[in-house]
C-alpha cells in the first residue's frame, strides 16, 4: 500500500512540475511576444502574432537574423503567426482564411514574404517549403528611424510593415 501511495504522490508531483514548465510566463523572455491586429479596408481582421528581438548592438544579418537568402521565423522564438478571418489578396495573389506561419526570405533588393501552412512551430526549424500556400516578393527600404525592437504595424488600409533597426519591409494585404 505504501508503495503504491508513493508512486501516486510521485506521478502527482511530476504533473504538477511540467504543468508549471508549461505555463512560463512569456512576457518575461528577452523576446517578449507581441500582437498586431487591424480589420482592414476589404472587411477582413489581419492578426499577427509575433516576438519581439532587439538589436541590442548587434548587427542585422551578420550577429543575428534575418540572414540573406536563409528563412526567417520573421521574429523570435516560435514561429510568427498570421491569420485573416475572409480570403484576401496578398499582393494581389489569393490567400484564403486561415491560420500561416509568417517566413520571410531577406535580399538586400528583394525580400520573399511566406505563408505556409505549418503555423505551430518553434522557430523555422521545421520548415517545409512543401508547405508554403503562398509566397510574394517584395522591395525593401529604409525606416523613417531606427527600430530597436522588432516591429510590425497594419494599417487600415492593408500595409502590413516590418521594422527593425533601419530597414522597413512592405507588403499590403486586400
Known amino acids: 500500500m505504501k508503495r503504491v501511495l508513493s508512486l ?3 506521478s502527482a508531483l511530476l504533473v504538477s512540475a511540467i504543468n508549471a514548465c508549461g505555463q512560463e510566463d512569456k512576457s518575461k523572455r528577452p523576446s517578449p511576444p507581441a500582437k498586431a491586429s487591424e480589420k482592414i479596408a ?3 481582421t489581419v492578426t499577427i502574432d509575433y516576438s519581439k528581438p532587439s538589436l541590442k548592438g548587434r548587427t542585422i544579418g551578420k550577429d543575428l ?19 485573416v478571418d475572409k480570403d484576401v489578396k496578398v499582393e494581389g495573389k489569393p490567400l484564403p482564411a486561415g491560420k500561416y506561419g509568417l517566413f520571410t526570405i531577406s535580399g538586400p533588393n528583394e525580400w520573399t514574404i511566406i505563408f505556409n501552412k505549418t ?3 518553434w522557430g523555422a526549424f521545421n520548415y517545409k517549403e512543401a508547405d508554403d500556400v503562398l509566397r510574394v516578393k517584395v522591395k525593401p527600404g529604409k525606416a523613417p528611424s531606427t527600430t530597436e525592437q522588432f516591429t510590425i504595424n497594419i494599417a487600415k488600409s492593408g500595409k502590413v510593415s516590418l521594422l527593425w533597426g533601419d530597414k522597413q519591409v512592405d507588403f499590403n494585404v486586400q
Open 119 to 121: 503555423w505551430n512551430q
Open 65 to 83: 537574423e534575418p540572414m540573406d537568402g536563409k528563412v526567417w521565423r520573421t521574429g523570435a522564438n516560435e514561429a510568427t503567426v498570421f491569420t
Open 8 to 10: 501516486a504522490l510521485a
Open 42 to 44: 476589404s472587411g477582413a
